[in-house]
């Protein structure tokens, strides 16, 4: 089993939720709140099936959600009102989200060294507002969210970046971002806390919190 990342990354992806910022939780009860009343072995599916996919947009989600747990036929209004609903419990809870453990110190550390792109399921203007908000979008290249996908963008971070694949860092909580780049050859650092579900296969580097950052990836 590989202990730590080879070889020094010339750019870094990076996810938000979970990973800069300590609200992945949070974001799980919110879209389980927005099933209250359900039936409870369907809401353990909802938080089961965001814990295993954290980077899709909340959108895709709620869609997926309707169809598959709860056999509903989707509904344009009603994923509407689902949204609106699930951003009126998250939008003040992502602007006072503690830091991950070791990310904003990591950021200020990186910043100039190697280019730094932010990749999340947030939907792009919130992700954005957020970010502007916190003092935060000054340490990165590029942005983007949902409905962009993770994997569309790893390519096009690719193609910016101009570098092979395997000169690239990827780091995540979740699947998502795992699959987009394993399958692109990006190497991957997840970020598994303590009591969280983790879902990486044997092999995968993994880190608690981005304090263990400079002891899994060489940036000299």
Same mark, same amino acid.
């Given at each position: 089993?590989?202990?730590?990342?080879?070889?020094?990354?010339?750019?870094?992806?990076?996810?938000?939720?979970? /990973?800069?910022?300590?609200?992945?939780?949070?974001?799980?009860?919110?879209?389980?709140?927005?099933?209250?009343?359900?039936?409870?072995?369907?809401?353990?599916? /909802?938080?089961?099936?965001?814990?295993?996919?954290?980077?899709?947009? %909340?959108?895709?989600?709620?869609?997926?959600?309707?169809?598959?747990?709860?056999? %509903?036929? *989707?509904? =344009?209004?009603?994923?509407?009102?689902?949204?609106?609903? &699930?951003?009126?419990?998250?939008?003040?809870?992502?602007?006072?989200?503690?830091?991950?453990?070791?990310?904003?110190?990591?950021?200020?550390?990186?910043?100039?060294?190697?280019? $730094?792109?932010?990749?999340?399921?947030? =939907?792009?203007?919130?992700?954005?507002?957020?970010?502007?908000?916190?003092?935060?979008? %000054?340490? &990165?290249?590029? *942005?983007?969210?949902? +409905?962009?996908?993770?994997? #569309?963008?790893?390519?096009?971070?690719?193609?910016?970046?101009? *570098?092979? =694949?395997?000169?690239?860092?990827? /780091?995540?909580?979740?699947?998502?971002?795992? #699959?987009?780049?394993?399958?692109?050859?990006?190497?991957?650092?997840? $970020? /598994?806390?303590?009591?969280?579900?983790?879902?990486? +296969? =044997?092999?995968?580097?993994?880190?608690?919190? $981005?304090?263990?950052?400079?002891? $899994?990836? +060489?940036?000299?």
């Amino acid at each position: 089993m590989r202990k730590a990342i080879e070889r020094r990354p010339t750019a870094i992806i990076f996810d938000f939720d979970g /990973v800069i910022l300590d609200s992945a939780r949070v974001k799980t009860m919110a879209f389980a709140s927005c099933y209250d009343g359900e039936d409870q072995r369907k809401i353990k599916e /909802v938080i089961d099936y965001q814990e295993r996919h954290g980077g899709i947009g %909340r959108r895709q989600k709620f869609e997926y959600f309707e169809e598959h747990v709860f056999g %509903r036929t *989707v509904d =344009p209004k009603r994923i509407d009102a689902l949204c609106d609903h &699930f951003a009126s419990i998250i939008d003040k809870a992502m602007i006072e989200a503690p830091f991950v453990r070791g990310a904003e110190e990591l950021l200020a550390r990186l910043d100039g060294r190697v280019p $730094l792109h932010l990749v999340s399921g947030m =939907p792009d203007a919130d992700l954005k507002l957020v970010l502007q908000r916190r003092g935060l979008e %000054r340490y &990165f290249a590029s *942005v983007a969210g949902s +409905p962009k996908t993770k994997i #569309d963008e790893f390519r096009r971070i690719l193609e910016i970046e101009g *570098v092979p =694949p395997a000169k690239m860092l990827a /780091v995540g909580d979740s699947r998502t971002e795992f #699959d987009a780049a394993i399958e692109l050859g990006i190497p991957f650092l997840a $970020l /598994v806390a303590p009591g969280a579900p983790d879902f990486f +296969p =044997p092999g995968t580097v993994r880190c608690r919190d $981005l304090t263990e950052f400079d002891k $899994l990836v +060489p940036m000299a």
